[in-house]
């Protein structure tokens, strides 16, 4: 059993009349809770509560990318990952989707070439540049467009440099200082200091004609320009041949133009699109976003979790962000740990005792327990986190190939195939034989190994006979609560030890994985299907349909790593990936150069502003890291991160200072947005 779990207990609301009210007031959170008084904080917290209770089951999920910074090209996107690499989907013809190795702060998107701010301030492009428009010149820059043949760059002193084809004059732009700049084909536009507009390059129907006045943004597509007034009201100008040039009414924040249709991002998030609609391009979804950027014909939006969605013409796949896929995968107590493609260790679920915190690094394989765990990493140290009253965290100085977490106690595999262990070892659990071992595991109170030969030598306790194998030869073992199971060379699994629920008669079948919980099992067939057998209380034997190539047994649940990269998880709680929620670090886990500290350090999203200097955003205002007070957007983000929709770094949502992200910090913020007198309280402040 090495990734035991310990079931707690949650709290449970019944599902009767009050959930209505629940979901009305969930509905209008945010929006009109000010308006409703106490009564509405109290049902949201009620909600919350109840909703942490709805935790059977599990949909597989893969890590959607999760991103800084987006860019949209005409037939491809690319976006910068919270550890600054760069990864681009959609047309790749002239190598615009396969971008350079390297730490990358923002990008910009042309027609077949792409170009980044690398972490130096330097420009690196790629793709085509038969007419120079991926050869930037030499210098420090903070902001980049691109357009079919051209690339633009705000460089440090505020001057615009472009570079490519200069048809219309477009790569000859006007004197002064800049804030920001845009283009999509033959013109560009920017911002000076002055927030007044300046346009060059093609107008031959009024593109580059800007009206007056003091704007924040500018967006340029093919034929048309729009702008986002200092008031927050847009305005349009050009082509107008399919309303792109007619935006709706209402304040906004953020803006972008594609080839006939503009794109902008409301104060709260939702995104209104208008202009040509033939592929989807102007039908956003109904998500919150943070940021948009519009390609030729379809749109990338960045989510208030980090996660990229794209919409409109998918002819190369350039609205088809790619997806992280994982490894392997461990279940603990209430949380779940897993090996990402990339070899970062990420966890998410309920954080007790920190044994959900990541440790920085490149990693082989993974190993979680009720309230610990442990993860060897590319090097052969084994790193653990979590509880350690019995030492179970206080790994030996050696190097080792597998590791595996019980309770309260580990035991890995060193490099010359030999077992140790550490932590609790009141029933021997810790003290195995000498030997070497193909493989080893780790239960309640007593431990299995595979020896050289093919045969079973378990230890510690074996008061229902789990520490008692049978003869033969197998191909793997693994302890459970207080029983044990083994794939025979045959692919055959035999159980022994305590049957009470059925855990140790196993079905009929060739096997290739077979784990062993508290008191079930579950094991993955050579045709990649799971089955379970034992108790099914919490459906923790109902595992769901699919191709599976790994798989993990806990106390009431279990989850699966699905052929596609993806994690299914069944049982009681559920511990799928969040939706809207895979948790990265954006850092390298290293004090490097002239850091003051690993500049990469998650915050309040995973990896999501990721803070120069090293600061994380003020105590209870997740949701605008330079806001001045907290909001209603805030307390949902609290709320969200309560019951496990995405994560809050507790310096910034713990605002009671619990040592975790609760519906009682979800009141406080709120409390604090209407304007009530309350303190917000984060740790480590």
Request: some cysteine; glycine content about 14%.
């Amino acid at each position: 059993m090495c990734d035991l779990l310990y079931h707690t207990g949650t709290a449970r609301f019944p599902n009767d009349s009050h959930s209505s009210v629940c979901y009305s007031t969930l509905e209008m959170f945010g929006l009109e809770c000010h308006k409703r008084g106490l009564f509405a904080l109290t049902t949201v917290v009620l909600v919350i509560a109840w909703l942490q209770g709805l935790a059977y089951g599990g949909d597989a999920s893969t890590c959607p990318v999760n991103a800084t910074s987006l860019a949209a090209g005409v037939s491809h996107s690319c976006a910068v990952r919270h550890d600054g690499t760069v990864t681009c989907w959609g047309d790749n013809y002239w190598g615009e989707s396969s971008p350079p190795p390297g730490v990358f702060l923002l990008l910009a998107a042309g027609d077949s070439h792409s170009c980044g701010i690398e972490a130096d301030g330097t420009v690196a492009c790629w793709g085509r540049s038969t007419s120079g428009q991926a050869t930037p010149p030499l210098g420090t820059f903070v902001q980049l467009a691109a357009g079919f043949t051209q690339t633009c760059g705000i460089r440090s002193s505020g001057e615009v440099a472009c570079w490519g084809t200069n048809d219309f004059g477009k790569s000859q732009p006007p004197p002064g200082l800049f804030e920001q700049i845009s283009e999509r084909v033959d013109h560009v536009c920017g911002i000076k200091t002055d927030h007044s507009i300046r346009c060059w390059g093609m107008n031959n129907v009024g593109q580059s004609t800007p009206p007056g006045g003091e704007f924040q943004q500018v967006a340029a597509g093919a034929l048309h320009t729009c702008g986002i007034a200092m008031d927050g009201f847009v305005l349009c100008w050009g082509s107008d041949d399919f309303g792109q040039s007619d935006p709706p009414g209402g304040k906004f924040v953020r803006i972008s133009a594609g080839f006939y249709h503009t794109c902008a991002v409301k104060e709260d998030g939702t995104v209104f699109c208008w202009g040509r609609d033939d592929g989807g391009q102007s039908s956003p979804p109904s998500s919150a976003f943070n940021d948009i950027v519009a390609g030729g014909n379809h749109v990338c939006g960045l989510g208030t979790d980090g996660s990229v969605t794209c919409w409109g013409s998918n002819v190369e796949a350039q609205a088809t962000p790619p997806d992280r896929a994982f490894l392997q995968v461990a279940r603990g107590g209430e949380q779940t740990c897993a090996i990402r493609d990339d070899k970062a260790l990420v966890c998410w679920g309920t954080n007790i005792p920190g044994e959900a915190m990541p440790s920085s690094g490149m990693f082989e394989r993974l190993a979680a327990s009720r309230d610990h765990a442990c993860a060897v990493r590319d090097d052969g140290a084994i790193l653990c986190w979590g509880s350690n009253d019995s030492g179970q965290s206080t790994p030996p100085m050696e190097l080792f190939k597998e590791v595996s977490a019980g309770e309260s106690f580990t035991c890995g595999i060193e490099s010359d195939d030999s077992v140790a262990c550490w932590g609790l070892n009141d029933r021997a659990q810790a003290s195995p034989p000498s030997g070497p071992f193909l493989q080893v595991s780790c239960g309640f109170h007593h431990s299995c190994g595979v020896g050289e030969n093919g045969s079973l030598v378990c230890w510690g306790s074996d008061v229902s006979g789990q520490s008692n194998p049978p003869m033969g030869a197998f191909e793997q073992v693994t302890a459970g609560g207080a029983h044990s199971c083994g794939i025979r060379i045959d692919g055959s699994v035999a159980c022994w030890g305590d049957n009470s629920y059925g855990q140790s008669l196993p079905p009929e079948g060739r096997f290739r994985e077979v784990d062993a919980g508290l008191l079930h099992s579950c094991g993955v067939k050579t045709d990649g299907t799971v089955v379970c057998w034992g108790r099914d209380d919490s459906r923790e034997s109902t595992p769901p349909e699919g191709s599976f190539v790994q798989l993990t047994a806990g106390w009431d649940g279990a989850c699966g790593l699905k052929a596609d990269g993806s994690v299914a998880c069944w049982g009681y709680p559920s511990l799928a990936v969040p939706a809207g929620q895979c948790p990265v670090t954006c850092g390298n886990g290293q004090q490097e150069g002239s850091e003051e500290c690993d500049d990469g350090d998650t915050l309040f999203a995973p990896g999501e502003y990721c803070s120069p200097d090293c600061t994380a955003a003020p105590c209870g205002i997740p949701t605008d890291p330079f806001g001045a007070a907290s909001k209603a957007s805030d307390a949902l983000f609290a709320l969200r991160a309560a019951v496990d929709q995405i994560f809050c770094d507790l310096r910034v949502c713990d605002v009671d200072n619990s040592n975790a992200v609760a519906a009682s910090d979800a009141l406080l913020i709120l409390q604090k947005a209407v304007g009530q007198t309350v303190t917000l309280n984060c740790p480590l402040r």
